[in-house]
């Protein structure tokens, strides 16, 4: 683990810069146009870039972690419905993305 400095030092940013953080998004968002094609190409960006970081991790850090386990080698039955599972999951989302 981290050292007991670091961690306090991690904390002591996270609870500054969280609030600051928060207090400049309310002082923008009430200054710039919903409409305006800045702001949407600005939200569409980070969009895009949370998006790209969700399936990132999901994907290489997750999922990848569970399917290299050595008892899936020996048992190709579990194997099998976990992708099963994952391709279901993903079809689900598929049809949920369509209303949102």
Do not use: H
Not at 17 to 35: V, W
């Amino acid at each position: 683990g981290f050292p007991t400095a670091k961690k306090l030092c991690m904390l002591l940013v996270y609870s500054l810069t969280t609030p600051l953080g928060i207090g400049i998004g309310i002082a923008i968002s009430s200054t710039y146009n919903e409409d305006s094609v800045t702001s949407k190409a600005v939200q569409g960006t980070l969009n895009g870039v949370s998006g790209g970081m969700l399936l990132y991790i999901g994907m290489y850090q997750l999922i990848a972690e569970e399917f290299s386990r050595e008892d899936l080698l020996v048992k190709p039955k579990l194997r099998l419905g976990m992708y099963g599972a994952l391709c279901v999951g993903a079809a689900l989302m598929c049809i949920l993305a369509v209303w949102a």
